[in-house]
């Protein structure tokens, strides 16, 4: 008798899994612009960003014009703040608690004078 899993089986472990969620920001080290962004899924944005601006066809056009001009060795990603959320947390309300942390994030860099794309 082997041990394979059936689909349901897959399913639960798979709704059990945690996805990270949070902000996370690309920073230009040559003009110390910052990208920000929300995720539900801190681990798969990452790649998912990056395979875009490799591959030339990022959403943020201004961003991706500085990797084309600069190289992606200027640039560095990484976790600015995680999401902490209540286990029954609907994706909508993790979602809604993205969007408002992302404006935070975003109000007070700006009022720092910093950059954003």
């Known amino acids: 008798m082997h041990d394979m899993k059936t689909k349901k089986e897959l399913?639960?472990?798979f709704k059990l899994h945690k996805f990270r969620a949070g902000i996370f920001q690309i920073v230009n080290k040559e003009n110390n612009k910052?990208?920000?962004q929300s995720t539900s899924d801190i681990d798969r944005a990452f790649n998912s960003d990056i395979f875009q601006l490799k591959a030339g066809m990022h959403s943020n056009k201004s961003l991706q014009h500085d990797w084309d001009q600069f190289g992606s060795d200027v640039f560095e990603c990484n976790i600015l703040d995680e999401l902490t959320s209540k286990d029954t947390a609907t994706p909508e309300e993790i979602n809604k608690d993205?969007?408002?942390l992302l404006e935070i994030h975003q109000n007070e860099m700006k009022s720092s004078g910093q950059l954003l794309y």
């Open 34 to 36: 910052i990208y920000l």
């Open 11 to 13: 399913r639960a472990e």
């Open 98 to 100: 993205l969007k408002e």
